[in-house]
């Protein structure tokens, strides 16, 4: 018996991990720019489960797809390549295996939906082969090339964070603004800020459209790449914004984080990274009561995030101007493991 072969028969046989969502509060998307981000995790995850089986077949949403021949493993545009995308990094395309992927994180809504796939299904396959778990920050950077080369999405590194340490974060993505090798990467640094604020007067509201994040992203980095001196500045003053508003979130001052929100949503606006439905709910919200409200993540439709005094007022007024979905950011664990047998 080779050395894999005994480690594979003493690995467990069926493993079952969990990641969460999150929302971006201030400072997004200067994550993939070298800026900063203060971002909350949500109560919503997305669950993965691994299992011994005697072919390789990927089931999300209840539907399955087999992977039988090595052109099965290549990209199709479809909800079954994040599990494509992890299997071909970690060289699984020939040990026969049972994925199974259950989410309640809107997909494609700028909630890192895909990115807690992806995470969840990292530490559920390592656990399975029976590797060890690896530092957090290694993990998150994993993640990201994964999402990035393997996955072919634009991506800054804001979800895989999130979505491997959870919580309530300040995070400083400074010397990130050009991808290295896993290798060569500059780990983030991560402030914890659970405990700060017991109850966020935030709400999510999901305006039902899913667009692929990547191409919100692309247009405006190939205008960072080329000097574009509008987005240079306006993503530098969105990352000041993260870093000011830290003192203001841990001082309960919610008027200084509305008056942030709302500037940091105004230059994303103005580089063209929100849309007509995000500008209309968000309208809608700051017309309902909130002091401010800005996109969630890249934009193009998914995700708006307002902070409001009168949570249920805002939330009714976003459901019947045609909300799909109202959501909280809770301050929850990351990824962790929730069956290994």
């Known amino acids: 018996m080779t050395l894999d072969a005994q480690r594979l028969t003493a690995t467990p046989r069926r493993v079952v991990a969990s990641a969460p969502g999150r929302a971006g ?20 995850r997305a669950i993965v489960s ?103 999405i634009q991506c ?15 995070m400083d993505f400074r010397d990130k603004e050009f991808y290295r090798d896993l290798k060569h990467e500059i780990y983030a640094t991560i402030e914890n800020l659970n405990g700060v604020v017991m109850d966020l007067p935030l709400l999510l509201a999901h305006t039902g459209h899913q667009r692929v994040s990547g191409r919100i992203l692309r247009p405006i980095r190939e205008r960072w790449e080329q000097g574009d001196r509008t987005v240079h500045d306006g993503y530098k003053r969105i990352a000041e914004l ?12 919610w008027e200084t ?32 009561g909130a002091l401010a409200a800005k996109l969630a993540g890249a934009g193009g439709g998914g995700t708006i995030i307002a902070l ?8 009714q007024a976003l459901l019947q101007a045609g909300a799909s979905r109202i959501l909280r950011p809770v301050p929850s664990c990351g990824v962790e493991i929730l069956q290994s047998c």
């Not at 800054?156 to 300040?170: K, P, R, S």
């Not at 409001?308 to 805002?314: C, G, R, S, T």
């Open 25 to 44: 509060i201030l400072g997004n998307p200067t994550d993939g720019y070298g800026g900063s981000v203060i971002s909350c995790s949500l109560a919503e």
């Open 50 to 152: 691994v299992t011994s089986a005697d072919r390789t077949e990927i089931t999300i949403g209840g539907q399955t797809q087999l992977l039988a021949e090595r052109a099965d493993f290549e990209l199709k545009q479809d909800r079954f390549d994040c599990a494509r995308a992890v299997l071909n990094f970690l060289r699984l395309l020939e040990q026969p295996l049972a994925i199974e992927v259950a989410t309640d994180i809107p997909i494609q809504a700028g909630l890192a939906g895909s990115t807690a796939i992806l995470t969840s299904l990292v530490v559920a396959l390592r656990e399975w082969l029976g590797l060890a778990p690896l530092e957090k920050h290694l993990l998150a950077e994993m993640v990201r090339v994964i999402e990035l080369h393997y996955l072919e």
């Open 156 to 170: 800054g590194y804001q979800d895989q964070y999130m979505t491997v340490f959870g919580g309530l974060n300040f």
């Open 242 to 253: 993260a870093r000011l508003g830290k003192r203001a979130i841990i001082d309960r001052d």
């Open 257 to 288: 984080v509305a008056r942030f929100m709302n500037e940091n949503h105004r230059i994303q606006q103005s580089l063209g990274a929100s849309g007509e439905i995000n500008d209309r709910m968000i309208d809608v919200a700051i017309k309902a």
């Open 308 to 315: 409001a005094p009168e949570i249920e007022k805002v939330s």
